[in-house]
């Protein structure tokens, strides 16, 4: 398929990267302006030219590769879309019915739990009071009664 940046290419671009970096971080811009471009900037702007030939080479290598695998599988490919397709919209039917059915149960259980409210004569409300309340008599009830004492000792 196509090269893959290794050796002396990659050791050139790293000190290439480092180089240029190095430079322009050091570098005074007004004396950078005025000095003729020496050797070692040309085989710098060399170096950085070659490797983004090698990269846009290897852009293409792949995109006319992949290009390539998809017009020899041009039928799978339609084929597994096809699948894909059916398979989805037998998913979203499932679906849609499950949340049919959903709706349909939440709404009779609502209705239910209305209809067994109304009949029961007492609301929410009042039956929680009512419980408070009897809870509130029995606490009061057992506070009211005296613990026996468990120390005495009881005639066999």
């Known amino acids: 398929m196509g090269k893959s940046v290794q050796g002396p290419l ?4 790293a000190l290439a990267i480092g180089a240029l970096f190095g430079a322009l971080g050091f570098a005074n ?32 290598d792949a995109a006319s590769e992949a ?10 490919i339609g084929a597994a ?21 959903a709706e349909t149960l939440a709404s009779d259980a609502m209705a239910r739990l209305g209809a067994w409210s109304k009949s029961a004569g007492v609301s929410w409300a009042e039956a929680e009071r009512l419980a408070d309340d009897m809870l509130d008599s029995f606490t009061t009830w057992l506070r009211s009664q005296t613990p026996s004492d468990a120390t005495q000792e009881i005639p066999v």
């Open 29 to 60: 811009p007004a004396v950078a302006q005025a000095d003729p471009i020496e050797p070692q900037a040309n085989s710098l702007q060399s170096a950085i030219d070659d490797f983004v030939a090698y990269l846009r080479s290897e852009t293409y």
């Open 67 to 76: 290009a390539k695998i998809a017009r020899d599988h041009k039928d799978e």
């Open 81 to 101: 879309k096809a699948t894909l397709h059916s398979r989805l919209a037998e998913l979203g039917a499932t679906l849609s019915d499950q949340k049919a059915r």
């Open 10 to 13: 990659s050791f050139t671009v």
